[in-house]
């Protein structure tokens, strides 16, 4: 009896032990439903996963074939030479022939007093334009004005006297050396009355013609006399350039026929001309003949004394295909260029007609308004890749223009 008891309460399980063992079953169970919920949420982002996977692989394939696209346009501008371009365009060119000279007036003359006296008043400058018969100078003509008076009272005198010893003379009452005698007298007092009227007239010194003071050399107050000289004086009309052209062109050149003039000093202007005269002799020392050349310009823009570039007009050739100057390429003694089609260059052998200072006649067969290389065509290889870097036509040079 007491061995059974004693083995009974040997196996009796405390109570504290028993909620220890329900506290580790409840924390079993908790994992066990965390671990379940765990799969389902990993099988759920592993199906989210798959799917971006895609989307970003259908993405990068789209961003790899743009980029191609785009490295391929990059490699082509690289590979491509960058140049500037004009076009061709078609007007009239001519044949010249051009010589160097001066530009000259033939109307030029010095203004000298008729009388002599002090300067009253100046009443033009250098460089002042005049018209025929205005003022210049005025002298002091007191002197003058008496002159004039005295003549002119001497005259009337003489005059109403006359009228009575022409009388006495019909009548008989004088003889007729005395008549005579006193008409001498009457034409005497006649000229000394115009000496001393136009004596007055020349203390006022006048243009001769219209034109333009170059040179002033008289001063108020100064005394003047016939030989001292006041002013220069030019005409505007008649400014010219007188040329030496060689002998075999005596027959070419005519009266009347076009020359145009350029002068390094005027920029971008060409001026009208004309011939005006040819010397119908050879020189037999220089073999050539003088042609003076007449300019149209009004002083406008030209002065006497000018350098200047004459060309006078020989033939012309209308409507023709004219490239710029700075697009020839010159190999020896062909010359070329390059004319863009496609952002491709293409070389073409130039068949030159006639030139001029910024354009050249093409007698080959490149339309007008082809692109052709004004920049960057030097050392370029035929059919070599270009991009043109400004707008065709923009490098075209600008046509001097002509004073209206």
């Known amino acids: 009896m007491y061995c059974f008891q004693q083995h009974r309460q040997s196996i009796r399980i405390p109570a504290q032990a028993l909620q220890v063992l329900a506290l580790c079953v409840l924390a079993a169970m908790w994992i066990g439903c965390g671990l379940w919920a765990s799969d389902d949420t990993e099988a759920g982002a592993g199906d989210?996963?798959?799917?971006?996977?895609?989307?970003?692989?259908?993405a990068?394939?789209?961003?790899?074939?743009?980029?191609?696209?785009?490295?391929?346009?990059?490699t082509k501008e690289r590979d491509s030479v960058p140049v500037e371009v004009s076009t061709a365009q078609t007007g009239d060119i001519s044949s010249y022939l051009v010589f160097s000279s001066t530009v000259e007036t033939e109307a030029a003359v010095e203004i000298h007093p008729?009388?002599?006296?002090?300067?009253?008043?100046?009443l033009v400058e250098e460089g002042d334009q005049v018209t025929a018969g205005d003022l210049l100078v005025s002298l002091d003509n007191d002197q003058a004005r008496l002159e004039d008076r005295e003549s002119g009272s001497n005259l009337r005198?003489?005059?109403?006297?006359?009228?009575?010893?022409?009388k006495m003379y019909q009548q008989k009452m004088i003889s007729e050396q005395a008549y005579e005698d006193k008409v001498h007298e009457l034409e005497q007092a006649r000229m000394r009355q115009e000496r001393a009227a136009m004596a007055l007239t020349h203390t006022e010194i006048r243009a001769p013609f219209s034109g333009v003071i170059t040179s002033r050399q008289v001063q108020v107050g100064a005394r003047v006399a016939p030989g001292a000289k006041l002013?220069?004086?030019?005409?505007?009309?008649?400014?010219?350039?007188?040329?030496?052209?060689?002998?075999?062109?005596l027959s070419t050149v005519k009266t009347g026929q076009i020359a145009e003039v350029a002068s390094d000093f005027i920029e971008n202007m060409v001026f009208a001309g004309y011939v005006k005269r040819i010397s119908p002799i050879v020189d037999p020392g220089s073999g050539t003949f003088k042609v003076t050349v007449g300019l149209r310009d009004r002083w406008q823009h030209l002065r006497p004394g000018i350098f200047v570039s004459v060309r006078v007009v020989i033939d012309t050739h209308e409507r023709a295909i004219l490239i710029p100057k700075a697009a020839v390429v010159y190999d020896g003694s062909d010359r070329y260029v390059f004319i863009v089609s496609d952002s491709t260059a293409h070389?073409?052998?130039?068949d030159v007609g006639y030139e001029n200072s910024l354009f050249i006649e093409a007698r080959s067969a490149i339309p007008a308004d082809t692109p052709v290389i004004v920049v960057g065509q030097n050392g370029l290889k035929d059919k070599a890749r270009v991009r043109a870097v400004n707008t065709a036509g923009g490098s075209a040079p600008a046509a001097p223009t002509t004073p209206g």
């Open 114 to 122: 008729e009388e002599s006296g002090q300067v009253d008043a100046v």
């Open 347 to 350: 070389r073409v052998q130039l």
């Open 60 to 74: 990068n394939s789209a961003a790899v074939t743009d980029s191609s696209a785009s490295d391929s346009v990059v």
């Open 231 to 249: 002013f220069d004086l030019i005409k505007l009309d008649d400014m010219i350039a007188r040329v030496h052209v060689p002998g075999r062109y």
């Open 48 to 58: 989210s996963a798959e799917a971006t996977s895609a989307d970003s692989a259908s």
């Open 157 to 166: 005198y003489l005059e109403g006297s006359f009228e009575r010893t022409e």
